[in-house]
Structure formats: structure tokens, C-alpha cells
């Protein structure tokens, strides 16, 4: 089992920058595929991004590719997604998560945050 906790957001204007983290408790941080998701208004939650378990392998939304980066640190138990390029459609609350499969279904992460709130201005 693993605790997550995300911090990182805030308001932003567009073209601007962000980095969201997701400190995790416990010592199997390692033994999970993480992601990032989001879920915006009156939106059902959808895919942002995903690493492996060591961080050699990395997967995006079409959305976001070329403008966010998703990267982890198995030495402090902490993911990261450094977002650049923000658009107002970026706008969100943005989970991290973690399951023992490489996917993209929300359904097939087990554990999960409480969310952090971004908010990009036009």
C-alpha cells in the first residue's frame, strides 16, 4: 500500500509554467507504475501521463505531449510533472496515482491522491 500526497499547484497565466509533485509514504514507491491524471468541471477524470517503474519509460496524453514532462525519484519516493506551455484547457484538479500495470485506465490505479487544483488565466 502506498500513500500519496500531491502539492505543486496554483493559478498560473497561460504560457506559464508549473511543477506539480506527489510525495509517497512507504518503501514500495519503487514497485508501482505511477501517473498523472486530471479532472476538470462537469469532466469525467482522464489521462495526463505515466512512468515505469524505474522512470526509463514515459507516456502521454496527445494533449500534453511536447509541453509537460513527467519524471520520478525513487531515492526520495516523489513524482513529478513540470508543465510548460499551460493553456486555459489545462485547467483542472490534477491526481497522481499508482498501479502495478503500465496503463492509461483510470480504473486500473489502485491508490490515489487528493488532488491538487491548477487554474490557468487567459
Known amino acids: 500500500q502506498v500513500q500519496l500526497v500531491e502539492s505543486g499547484g496554483g493559478l498560473v497565466q497561460a504560457g506559464g509554467s508549473l511543477r506539480l509533485s506527489c510525495a509517497a509514504s512507504?518503501?514500495?514507491?519503487?514497485?508501482?507504475?505511477m501517473g498523472w491524471f486530471r479532472q476538470a468541471p462537469g469532466k469525467e477524470r482522464e489521462f495526463v501521463a505515466a512512468i515505469n517503474w524505474i522512470g526509463g519509460s514515459t507516456y502521454y496524453a496527445d494533449s500534453v505531449k511536447g509541453r509537460f514532462t513527467i519524471s520520478r525519484d525513487n531515492a526520495k519516493n516523489t513524482l513529478y510533472l513540470q508543465m510548460n506551455s499551460l493553456k486555459p484547457e489545462d485547467t483542472a484538479v490534477y491526481y497522481c496515482?499508482?498501479?502495478?500495470?503500465?496503463?492509461?485506465?483510470?480504473?486500473?490505479?489502485?491508490?490515489w491522491g487528493q488532488g491538487t487544483q491548477v487554474t490557468v488565466s487567459s
Open positions: 496515482a499508482a498501479s502495478t500495470e503500465i496503463t492509461t485506465s483510470v480504473n486500473r490505479y489502485a491508490y
Open positions: 512507504g518503501r514500495t514507491f519503487r514497485s508501482y507504475v
